[in-house]
């Protein structure tokens, strides 16, 4: 399996944009993470699905960011509009095993590295 | 407040000495905790994972400690290599029915010849 796979690498936007970050989680997982990246914060969990269904969006900053499972292998995370202060690494994990997946290893993707200027 | 502080937030070490990475956790009630590694420019790796009962877990040059009563884990790294230098994520999961995750910071190692 080529893992998490997450496009673009790099987004590189102007303020006001609207931005879509992709993921392809490993398949056969049935739980998908999205979370961001910042020196200043770490790592933060935005939300997560399982079996394609939304179950904690808590993490999600704002109601300019909406995220998508349409099938069991690709989601969406989508910034409208971006502002400046959402530059960040965002990065995509899956994990399996139904009904254990909170114990088991999350893989990550690469990240995509957004730059809002 | 539920949360994972780790230290120190960065350091230097001559390749071949030995290191420990701290964590500390105010997390209640604790599930597990587990180990990150995350070379610059990709996503993190898990090392191991570290249950209530489990007080310490080896990973090849890597072993983590457990101290539930504390609440501290350690990230021991034996033998540094130049491959080591990466940042070293702690993340400590809940046992409520909502099994938050709560992160922390990250410890940045620098492994130089």
């Known amino acids: 399996d080529a893992g998490v796979i997450q496009s673009p690498r790099h987004e590189v936007t102007e303020m006001g944009q609207e931005v879509t970050l992709r993921c392809k989680p490993i398949?056969?997982?049935?739980?998908l993470f999205w979370y961001r990246q910042t020196m200043m914060r770490g790592l933060e969990l935005l939300i997560y699905?399982?079996?394609?269904?939304?179950?904690?969006d808590s993490g999600m900053p704002e109601d300019r960011f909406s995220a998508k499972m349409p099938n069991a292998s690709f989601s969406t995370l989508k910034i409208q509009p971006s502002e400046p202060r959402d530059s960040a690494v965002y990065f995509c994990a899956s994990s399996g095993a139904p009904g254990q997946s909170f114990s088991y290893e999350q893989y990550f993707g690469p990240g995509t590295r957004l730059t809002v200027t | 407040k539920n949360q994972v502080e780790q230290s120190p937030q960065s350091l230097i070490i001559l390749e071949g000495k030995n290191c420990t990475l701290q964590c500390n956790y105010t997390v209640s009630p604790f599930s597990n905790l587990r180990w990150y590694k995350q070379d610059t420019g990709r996503g993190p790796v898990s090392l191991t994972i570290?249950?209530?009962?489990?007080n310490t877990k080896s990973n090849g040059r890597y072993t983590a400690t457990l101290d539930a009563d504390t609440k501290q884990s350690s990230l021991h790294i034996t033998a540094s290599q130049l491959s080591d230098s990466a940042s070293y994520i702690c993340?400590?999961?809940?046992?409520?029915?909502?099994?938050?995750?709560?992160f922390g910071t990250g410890t940045r190692l620098t492994v130089i010849p």
């Open positions: 398949s056969g997982h049935d739980y």
């Open positions: 699905f399982n079996n394609n269904v939304p179950i904690d």
């Open positions: 570290m249950t209530f009962s489990e």
């Open positions: 993340v400590v999961r809940d046992k409520t029915g909502a099994n938050n995750l709560f």
